[in-house]
């Protein structure tokens, strides 16, 4: 039987904490309906699972490791951003009970985030394996790149949203919760995608994904990841609760937003 590494304990502590996110994820999944709750809150329930899967990965390398399983935990870290950052996508739509947003500009940033997800799998897929470890190729860099956009243009949709709100009416106490998810978890998920950014734009072993320094890796990665999650899920659940709280109607329409019943 393997040794149980520093690396290993931090697929323990994912799989310790990823399960409570997947369950709040659901919660407010539900609460905001199955139908529309499914444009916004199953990226959060979808990174949890991909965290789960990548953990189970990783501690399976303790008495099966081989190259194809690290190149699966390599895969599931790489197209977690994408839900990651989707997430905070899904928070605006949910803000906007209004569409003061056009629809269209949503649609596009969430098509873009995927399709930078499907070059994060092609990439890591197709990666040279040939000194048995793992080398970010262009597509995996471009994907990258694609990741750094979505998280500055949804940073520039959520500031003006805001501006919006603050001037024209006053701002529910929903918004302001799902405001405050986004504003506390930004500097986390900064930290988090230059950790990868420097994974794949460097030849720096500190940041490989596969075989670089552990505590940076918890540090930057990991830690990051979770406190933004716990911070979102924590104040999204306070949203959903909310009395003034606005759940978005399954049409597109002038008339598309209903109140829940009272908590």
């Known amino acids: 039987m393997g040794t149980v590494t520093y690396r290993d304990g931090i697929a323990i502590l994912q799989l310790i904490i990823f ?22 809150w199953r990226f959060p329930f979808t990174l949890s699972l991909l965290r789960i ?7 399976l390398t303790i008495d099966h490791d081989s190259y194809n399983v690290e190149v699966a935990v390599a895969v599931c870290e790489l197209i977690g951003i994408a839900p990651l950052l989707l997430t905070y996508i899904g928070v605006l739509r949910q803000i906007d009970t209004e569409e003061r947003i056009p629809p269209r500009v949503m649609k596009l940033a969430t098509l873009v985030a995927l399709v930078g997800l499907i070059l994060g799998i092609a990439g890591v897929s197709s990666a040279d394996d040939s000194e048995g470890t793992y080398h970010a190729d262009t597509i995996v ?17 959520a500031g003006w949203l805001f501006l919006q ?3 024209l009416t006053k701002m529910r106490r929903f918004q302001k919760k799902l405001f405050l998810a986004i504003a506390l978890s930004s500097p986390f998920i900064l930290v988090r995608l230059v950790y990868s950014a420097l994974s794949d734009y460097t030849t720096d072993a500190k940041f490989s994904v596969i075989g670089g320094n552990t505590t940076v890796y918890l540090v930057m990665n990991v830690l990051e990841e979770i406190a933004a999650m716990i911070i979102t899920m924590v104040l999204g659940m306070g949203a959903v609760m909310e009395s003034d709280f606005v759940k978005l109607a399954p049409q597109s329409s002038s008339e598309q937003v209903n109140k829940v019943e009272s908590v």
């Open 141 to 157: 860099k471009v994907s990258m790149a694609i990741f750094i956009v979505i998280f500055v243009l949804y940073h520039l949709i």
């Open 53 to 59: 899967a990548g953990s189970i990965c990783s501690l």
């Open 19 to 40: 399960p409570f996110i997947l369950v709040a994820a659901l919660f407010i999944w539900k609460r905001t309906g199955w139908r529309v709750g499914s444009k916004i």
């Open 165 to 167: 709100l603050a001037s």
